[in-house]
């Protein structure tokens, strides 16, 4: 089946950025009847969901799971086809494991009968504050889940009717505040909040109502593509050719030209050039003004903008294989620290390189064993740290010594003889961040969800002087993380498409 009939004969649009969310705006506009040209300046699709294929093994970078799948799903249904028919999703359980460091485990699962159990082992007499706490995150859900996608362009009057429903889930407090007054015990506490990393979040900061993302697990269950996070973007890219988009590779756009108030062609490196109708832009925010627009009014104004606010934490990443494989280790684990608190102020608030780490472990062998030979498994363990513009330092000199560090501590809790059984190890820093994603200061999920920074207080989906600029992805709103980058799309989207009638 082709793409469907088109309704805006003759227009032409851009998308800057082949990430999860420059896909599936592509995929929507291309399916809309708008020719779509989207250009990446990396070898292959993907943008953030990138993999490393080596020996037989492959090393997976992105996300290390996903939820709200039916909004993939969704990106195939527009022309009639089955995303199954591209990639298949394989079910994760439990979701995520926590494991403090005296060997206390806590399975977080979809299974309600099973995470009262959990919640009965290890915080004794708050099951009813445990169970109040999942009706405000289903009262969350339900208020704003269904408005991610309402696409805003500094739209003041949105902001202003979203306020009741925020003053009503008391949105100003933060999530573990919100956890802390429903339970007693600081574990299940932990357990309630932590989740904000994910998206960069800080628990202490982030605002209470992302209890959503509990409701968005439960609800539709957290899937893994087969093949891995660049394996699904490798899909959306060949739905997007099939219904008629041009795709361009390794070919950097290096200046988007205006006109008056009005994107008006893009160039890229390789001297490619061509004028269109609307440009939107799923690169770094401050790489997009500051770069892309440079030689405008409007971007230097807005990246000096963009570059005073907050930015979310780095990742430092160490990605190894090992002899042996280890179903008792779960997809997604978080090896918590003996602070919590104390080390989220050290990496939001202070800057600093602390000597312990909260370490999330992903092993997507245990779901998905071909992303490594027979007997063998792949696993990558990544650590929070400051961005590059509170925490400075020289990761190429530091790198090994963490990576060690953090090959130590799972080889302590998990893995006794860790380092006899690796085959090959590599860790991607902060610094590899900036440099392979143009990332602003490292950051690894663009602006940081503070409650200022938040779903409609992001940059809006459209410029508010480029009248045909947009952005996509997790810089602008709602924020980042899968889930909300699939609704940006839909919301530029919709935006586009209006303007474009």
């Known amino acids: 089946m082709t793409a469907l009939q088109t309704p805006l004969p003759g227009k032409r649009a851009c998308v800057i950025g082949a990430g999860l969310g420059g896909l599936a705006l592509a995929i929507r506009l291309q399916a809309a009847g708008v020719e779509t040209v989207l250009v990446e300046a990396r070898e292959t699709v993907g943008g953030c969901a990138w993999a490393v294929r080596r020996d037989g093994f492959t090393f997976d970078g992105g996300p290390t799971a996903f939820t709200d799948t039916a909004a993939l799903g969704a990106l195939w249904a527009l022309t009639g086809h089955d995303m199954a028919d591209d990639i298949e999703l394989l079910p994760i359980s439990p979701f995520y494991r926590l494991n403090w460091p005296d060997g206390v485990n806590f399975d977080v699962t979809g299974d309600e009968a099973a995470m009262a159990a959990e919640v009965a082992r290890i915080a004794p007499g708050d099951l009813e504050g445990y169970e109040d706490f999942l009706d405000y995150a289903a009262s969350a859900y339900a208020e704003l889940f269904p408005r991610l996608d309402q696409g805003v362009s500094r739209d003041v009057p949105a902001v202003l009717r979203s306020l009741p429903g925020f003053v009503r889930l008391q949105g100003w407090r933060s999530l573990h505040s919100m956890a802390a007054s429903h339970v007693r015990s600081d574990r299940l506490r932990e357990a309630l909040s932590v ?60 200046h988007i030209a205006t006109i008056g108030n009005r994107a008006h062609e893009v160039e890229t490196q390789s001297g490619w050039h061509e004028r269109f109708d609307a440009v939107a832009s799923n690169a770094d925010l401050v790489h997009s003004y500051r770069d892309l627009l440079g030689d405008t009014v409007r971007g230097p104004e807005m990246a000096r903008k963009l570059s005073r606010k907050s930015y979310s934490p780095a990742l430092f990443q160490v990605h190894f294989a090992l002899e042996g494989t280890w179903p008792g280790i779960q997809h997604n684990t978080m090896l918590m620290g003996p602070r919590f608190k104390g080390l989220f102020d050290d990496i939001y608030e202070h800057g600093v390189l602390p000597a312990d780490m909260l370490i999330h472990l992903h092993h997507p062998t245990v779901t998905d064993p071909a992303l490594a030979p027979p007997g063998k498994s792949v696993l990558r363990a990544m650590i929070p740290v400051a961005n590059l513009g509170k925490l400075p330092i020289d990761w190429e000199a530091i790198g090994p010594l963490i990576e060690k560090r953090v090959l130590d501590e799972v080889g302590r809790r998990l893995i006794p003889d860790i380092h006899d059984r690796i085959i090959t190890v590599f860790h991607h820093s902060p610094r590899d961040h900036a440099l392979d994603f143009n990332a602003h200061m490292g950051a690894a999920f663009s602006l940081a969800p503070v409650r200022s920074q938040s779903a409609l207080l992001r940059p809006p989906n459209r410029d508010a002087r480029l009248g045909n600029f947009y952005l996509v992805g997790a810089g602008t709103h709602p924020g980042a993380g899968v889930p909300a980058v699939v609704a940006s799309a839909r919301a530029t989207a919709r935006l586009m498409l209006e303007d474009l009638k």
């Open 195 to 254: 989740q904000t990393l994910v998206f960069g979040g800080n628990p202490f900061s982030t605002s209470a109502v992302y209890a959503l993302a509990h409701m968005l697990e439960r609800n539709g269950g957290v899937w893994w593509p087969r093949g891995g996070s660049a394996a699904l973007a490798g899909a959306m890219a060949r739905q997007f050719e099939r219904i008629g988009g041009t795709l361009r590779l390794h070919d950097p756009v290096l």
